[in-house]
């Protein structure tokens, strides 16, 4: 049988054809699908430049679900969701990401450190404990033992705390020897008296000029009944730390009178006064003066000074006046005034508190309170 060449002649030209029309119908859906995907994301950040998350992440979702290969797209959901307390979800965007196998690797890190302030976020501490100890010699370790010593502190594991603030001095990332004393701080004041002399003495090594050692020390050295070694501790501190002394003086005259030092005492703390007059320091002066009219003298003096409410109100307690049926009244008023003046504030977030915190209950910031009373700020 003879083969006709005509339908050669004629089926190349409609192949051809044929072959460039799904090559313009395949161009057409590709260029249809960038256009989706780069429109749904730039629609998703008008959103959240507009505060409106639920908008975005509908947005983020669908160029997602347009291009599931874009890793960004997925940070940005995933961080959207953290942002709204939506935890869990924002944990399956980052375990996603972990999960594929064609993730550089510095995608990888940065979706492990994602994961971990997910599990940080929803209070998750153990897991959040666990991611963040991955992302060790990677470019976020620094901030990992960041929020590593936020957790340790957070549920008071000083010994962990210690070893990740020494890795971050180590790193360069600044000078944790006032944290490091703290740490030993805290641990002795669960440990025995033996030992919590030793963890004290160890804290002062550490951190020489740091006041809250020695006050800790003096305070076990007094209850072991050594006011001798007290007074000591407390005179060699007002040398080291005089910015401290506002908060030695009530235990250094309680020292100094059980170890029959009022003389020396007095020395200290007046010279402290004459340099920077503190309410606390003026307290130790009166309790140490033996004569009560010359101790009474100290709250004129100090009013000739600076005004104070606080002073005015411990004048005013022992005098005698003209209508004495209206004493209690008015020093009554008065003391109900004095009172929020006697209060510590932190400096980071003006947090209030009658005692002073060397951990400010309100931000967790360490020396945050200052060693003066809110009256004197």
């Known amino acids: 049988m003879d083969f006709d060449l005509s ?9 051809f054809v044929l072959g460039w029309l799904a090559s313009r119908l395949d161009l057409r859906q590709m260029r ?3 256009r989706q995907a780069p429109k749904a994301y730039f629609r998703g950040l008008n959103f959240l430049l507009n505060e409106q998350q639920d908008q975005a992440i509908d947005a983020f ?8 290969d874009t890793s960004e797209l997925h940070f940005a959901l995933g961080n959207l969701f953290r942002r709204r307390g939506e935890y869990e979800r924002a944990v399956r965007v980052h375990e ?4 594929r196998g064609d993730l550089g690797r510095a995608d990888r890190h940065r979706a492990q450190h994602a994961l971990a302030l997910d599990f940080l976020k929803a209070g998750l501490l153990d897991r959040a404990e666990e ?3 991955k992302l060790e010699g990677t470019a976020y370790e620094g901030q990992a033992l960041l929020a590593l010593l936020a957790i340790y502190e957070r549920s008071r594991d000083w010994a962990q705390a210690s070893e990740i603030a020494q890795k971050l001095e180590d790193s360069g990332q600044g000078n944790f020897s006032g944290r490091q004393a703290h740490y030993l701080c805290e641990q002795a004041v669960i440990a025995t008296p033996q030992d919590a002399e030793k963890l004290l003495r160890q804290a002062m090594q550490v951190a020489p000029n740091a006041a809250r050692p020695g006050i800790d020390l003096a305070a076990l050295q007094r209850r072991a009944g050594d006011a001798d070694a007290a007074f000591k501790t407390l005179s060699g501190l007002a040398e080291s ?4 002394i506002p908060l030695i003086a009530r235990p250094l005259t309680d020292a100094a009178i059980a170890g029959g030092r009022p003389a020396q005492a007095m020395e200290i703390l007046n010279a402290s006064y004459q340099l920077s007059p503190s309410l606390d320091v003026l307290e130790g002066i009166v309790a140490l003066e033996p004569d009560a009219q010359l101790a009474r003298q100290w709250y004129v003096k100090h009013l000739e000074r600076e005004p104070s409410l606080v002073a005015a109100s411990k004048w005013l307690a022992g005098e005698k006046l003209e209508h004495e049926q209206f004493h209690p009244l008015l020093q009554g008023a008065v003391d109900h005034a004095v009172k929020p003046l006697t209060r510590y504030r932190c400096a980071a977030c003006g947090f209030e508190a009658k005692q002073h915190f060397w951990h400010c209950p309100g931000c ?3 020396d945050s309170y200052p060693a003066r009373r809110v009256e004197e700020l």
């Open 7 to 15: 339908w050669v002649l004629w089926g190349l030209p409609i192949a």
């Open 32 to 34: 249809i699908e960038n």
């Open 61 to 68: 979702i669908e160029a997602v679900q347009n291009d599931p």
């Open 96 to 99: 996603h990401l972990l999960s």
């Open 131 to 133: 991611a963040l100890r």
């Open 241 to 244: 730390a005089p910015a401290a």
């Open 364 to 366: 967790q910031a360490w």
